[in-house]
């Protein structure tokens, strides 16, 4: 824009904090079960799936077990922080699951979300700033992707 004119934004506080709640909840769970290929936000739940390693594929998929390993990440309210650093300086173990050939090579500086001690990522989206405000969720849907893959379909209440 030119001549001095500026310009104005209005959005949805509480469509931007629900999804920023979704957001963090899949950093949770997937720092939690460490690897996700993919995920996705819809309006009325979050979708991820997550790929184990060959050597850590879990005999029995426990949801009980799981939401009560994640609603501890959640209460015990973790900072949410950033950092943002240079492209050359990280390597993939930096990333934990962020792939650097993803990035594009005209990124220098990467973004680093780290949550607790148990997930750090490159990443770009929207967090909330403490796990607690998160809140309530539930898992709404477990399937079997194959023997290595499970798709996770959860809901922040």
């Given at each position: 824009m030119g001549g001095g004119q500026a310009a104005f934004i209005q959005f949805d506080w509480a469509f931007r904090y629900q999804n920023m709640r979704y957001h963090t909840l899949l950093h949770i769970i997937s720092g939690y079960l460490y690897r996700i290929t993919s995920s996705g936000i819809m309006s009325d739940h979050a979708r991820l799936e997550v790929e184990f390693q060959e050597d850590n594929v879990p005999s029995e998929f426990d949801p009980e077990l799981i939401t009560q390993n994640i609603?501890?990440?959640?209460?015990?309210?973790?900072?949410?922080?950033?950092?943002?650093?240079?492209?050359?300086?990280?390597?993939?173990?930096?990333?934990?699951?962020?792939?650097?050939?993803?990035?594009?090579?005209?990124?220098?500086?990467?973004?680093?979300?780290?949550?607790?001690?148990?997930?750090?990522?490159?990443?770009?989206?929207?967090?909330?700033?403490?796990?607690?405000?998160?809140?309530?969720?539930?898992?709404?849907q477990l399937k079997n992707k194959g023997r290595l893959k499970k798709r996770i379909k959860v809901q922040v209440l």
């Open positions: 609603w501890q990440l959640i209460k015990d309210d973790f900072p949410v922080t950033t950092e943002t650093v240079d492209r050359n300086t990280l390597n993939e173990e930096d990333l934990i699951r962020t792939y650097t050939n993803l990035i594009p090579k005209s990124i220098t500086n990467v973004r680093l979300v780290k949550i607790g001690d148990f997930d750090e990522q490159a990443c770009a989206g929207t967090h909330v700033a403490l796990t607690g405000e998160v809140g309530d969720f539930k898992f709404i």
